[in-house]
């Protein structure tokens, strides 16, 4: 009786681990619709959270995986939350489960405009939503999530609610205007952004607004920035002292040159797009020489006839100003927008010159560029091209052997090599 009692605990112990071990995560609903989600929040007074995800969507398995999984996330979300998975696609391989919830998941989509998955919908204990988040987390990050689900001074809907009545709270309105543009919900997180920037931010002391918080934020809606604003003014002024501070060069030109652009060079693009003209670049010029400086005003001038050139396939003079702009900028190989612009401009030259000159120029711009940086297989492949063009086969043949090596499954560069060996044309 013993031996039989011992072994009916060998057998019903490891079955108990095994449950034990299935029940660390969180415990998402199975069987309930909606309505009967709503329910039992309310019977247990605990809020919902809602997980909307994908069956193609890696991240969202990877969330499954390790972060739902994880013990004290599950301990911590099963105490205060009912959750539930709410599919946002259809498959042929859907179970009546998840079916059952086509029609709510058409809903939330519409009603909660998810436009990225993994998403994350928290309700009260009522059925009202009072937060929301999105992408792939860390456990740390999404504990992070959930308790600011539970704390109503970081709740999203509960402080857009606040807002939408007239309370403004200047220490949380970068953090609603951030968390509405996460959401694609751009008219609105421009409208805090201005309301932000008008009332508050530009109403500081310079030595104040120029701090790494304040043009973090500031940078994140350049794109809703006018020369009028003091925003436009900093970057415009201590230009250097912002590129120190956020260790980013280049960052208030960038920022400048955008603005001018905007106000300036786009609206003179759009009258000539209607009328079918050539710009008037001597009186654009001037403009913007007179209000920003000489240097800007070659510099945005320069970039415009540049994409002007290129839209109206006008290659010859968009290969002057393109040669001329590079040779300004020259080649920084610690900024990544810049090798990118070398490397399209060498491969425009490519395409598009027959002049010997301007082949070499850009042969010597990719052997500066492939020297100074890790070589990648497209700028290899650009520069066995031009070398090709140039007529030193031999050279051009190595490289781009080199590109293919690295990049085996490129059919592009698969087959120039192969129009090279035979002495066929790559252009």
């Keep these: 009786m013993k031996k039989q009692m011992k072994k009916l605990l060998f057998l019903v112990m490891p079955i108990y681990l095994i449950g034990n071990a299935q029940n660390k995560g969180i415990q998402f609903e199975q069987g309930l619709n909606w309505q009967q989600i709503k329910e039992k929040a309310k019977t247990e007074n605990k809020c919902i959270f809602v997980d909307c995800y994908a069956t193609w969507c890696g991240p969202c398995k990877y969330m499954d995986k390790y972060v739902y999984e994880d013990e004290s996330v599950g301990s911590f979300i099963n105490r205060r939350f009912i959750s539930v998975k709410l599919q946002t696609d259809t498959s042929r391989q859907d179970n009546e489960e ?74 949380l309105m970068p953090y609603l205007a951030l968390m509405a543009k996460s959401f694609n919900d751009n008219e609105l997180a421009n409208t805090i952004a201005r309301d932000y920037f008008t009332n508050y931010l530009f109403t500081l002391k310079e030595s104040e607004l120029c701090s790494k918080k304040n043009i973090e934020f500031i940078y994140s809606f350049n794109q809703i920035l006018t020369s009028e604003d003091k925003g436009f003014d900093i970057f415009f002024r201590y230009g250097s002292q912002i590129d120190d501070t956020m260790n980013f060069k280049g960052l208030s030109q960038m920022i400048t040159d955008y603005i001018i652009t905007k106000e300036e060079i786009d609206p003179v693009m759009e009258n000539i797009n209607k009328s079918k003209t050539y710009p008037s670049w001597s009186r654009v010029t001037k403009r913007i020489k007179r209000k920003y400086g000489v240097i800007y005003a070659e510099r945005n001038v320069l970039n415009a006839k540049v994409s002007f050139y290129e839209k109206i396939k006008s290659w010859k003079e968009y290969l002057k100003y393109a040669i001329k702009k590079q040779e300004k900028s020259g080649i920084d190989t610690a900024n990544v927008s810049n090798v990118i612009n070398t490397n399209y401009t060498a491969w425009m030259i490519f395409l598009h010159s027959s002049h010997k000159k301007q082949i070499n120029i850009a042969i010597k711009w990719m052997e500066s560029l492939n020297m100074s940086t890790t070589n990648q297989a497209g700028w290899l492949d650009t520069y066995a091209n031009l070398l090709y063009k140039a007529g030193r086969v031999e050279e051009a043949l190595k490289w781009e052997e080199k590109a293919l090596r690295m990049a085996p499954t490129d059919k592009d560069i698969e087959e120039a090599f192969a129009k090279m060996k035979k002495g066929k044309k790559t252009w």
């Design 98 to 171: 998840v079916k059952k919830w086509y029609s709510d998941a058409h809903t939330f989509q519409k009603e909660y405009v998810i436009t990225a998955i993994p998403a994350y919908l928290f309700f009260s204990a009522d059925g009202n939503i009072i937060h929301r988040d999105i992408g792939v987390k860390e456990v740390s990050d999404f504990l992070i999530t959930i308790n600011h689900a539970l704390n109503p001074e970081k709740q999203y809907y509960t402080q857009l609610k606040a807002y939408k009545l007239g309370k403004k709270d200047y220490l």
